[in-house]
């Protein structure tokens, strides 16, 4: 069943913006899935399409550059394979679906740069940190950060 929520979680922030989460009451997190679900199901089949293939572009992409340690807590000095974390498969999927393939290629091909930033925010960062473990209303901070990581690789 959590494959179907992290999939859900991806489709509620693509129809409804992590600016606008604040909208739905801090633990009322069913709710906004609840509506994702409700929002998706009134898509015309050419915008349904557009967002399967920007999430199979997001999967391929943090495959690419995170492989097996894709949607994961990482720290420098911890190299346990940790789970897959609900929050970062949202941030980092979302984020990477509204890339441009050109865009992707250079995450790609600076893949060592975005890990090693990843990991400074991971291990620096106690609000990112918590902002993905326990904080549910901290939505905004982990997609800003994820952000800037992506625009700190790419500019």
């Known amino acids: ?14 129809l409804t913006s992590y600016q606008d989460y604040q909208d739905y009451q801090e633990g009322n997190r069913d709710s906004f899935l609840s509506e994702a679900l409700f929002k998706s199901n009134k898509l015309k089949d050419e915008e349904l399409s557009t967002i399967e293939i920007d999430f199979n572009k997001a999967m391929i992409a943090a495959w690419d550059i995170f492989d097996n340690q894709a949607f994961r807590k990482i720290h420098k000095t911890n190299k346990r394979k940790q789970p897959l974390n609900k929050s970062l498969f949202e941030t ?42 326990q904080a549910a209303n901290k939505v905004k901070y982990r997609f800003s950060t994820i952000e800037k990581i992506i625009q700190e690789v790419l500019s």
């Open 92 to 133: 980092w999927s979302v984020s990477l679906s509204y890339l441009s393939d050109v865009q992707i290629e250079a995450l790609k091909n600076n893949k060592q740069k975005l890990i090693h930033f990843f990991i400074n925010y991971m291990d620096t960062d106690k609000e990112f940190m918590a902002s993905i473990s």
């Open 1 to 14: 069943m959590d494959d179907r929520e992290f999939i859900l979680g991806f489709l509620a922030f693509r």
